[in-house]
């Protein structure tokens, strides 16, 4: 069974830092595009940070560019989120999601390239 899930979520004060991670199972981790989107109450669904398959390209939204870095561990079939800096308007669910890709080295940053999705954790930054 395809499955994602989501840890490491939790609250956190203003300028503090958290790592989320993603552990996958049920499919082969390295032809999957792997990316974080988040979802704040009343908001629609975003997208953060992706990741190719042969982790040598990353992209990140510029709302989280130089504070977020996504990696992966193809070992552990595992990507993670390390988010410094945070401020409350990182407040969300964040969810992790992963994609089918023919190529090693494209990143996808809408929702719709992705077709597997975790269930969410939720990171909250007070003031």
């Known amino acids: 069974q395809v499955q994602l899930v989501e840890s490491g979520g939790g609250l956190v004060q203003a300028g503090g830092s958290l790592r989320l991670s993603c552990a996958a199972s049920?499919?082969?981790?390295?032809?999957?595009?792997r990316g974080w989107f988040r979802q704040a109450p009343g908001k629609e669904r975003e997208w953060v940070s992706a990741?190719?398959?042969?982790?040598?390209?990353?992209i990140d939204a510029d709302s989280v560019k130089g504070r977020f870095t996504i990696s992966k561990d193809n070992a552990n079939n595992t990507v993670y989120l390390r988010m410094n800096s945070l401020k409350p308007e990182d407040t969300a669910v964040y969810y992790c999601?992963?994609?089918?890709?023919?190529?090693?080295?494209?990143?996808?940053?809408?929702?719709?390239?992705?077709?597997?999705w975790g269930q969410g954790t939720q990171v909250t930054v007070s003031s």
């Open positions: 999601a992963a994609g089918y890709s023919s190529s090693r080295d494209s990143a996808f940053t809408t929702r719709g390239a992705y077709g597997i």
């Open positions: 049920g499919f082969t981790f390295s032809s999957l595009v």
């Open positions: 990741i190719s398959r042969s982790g040598g390209t990353t």
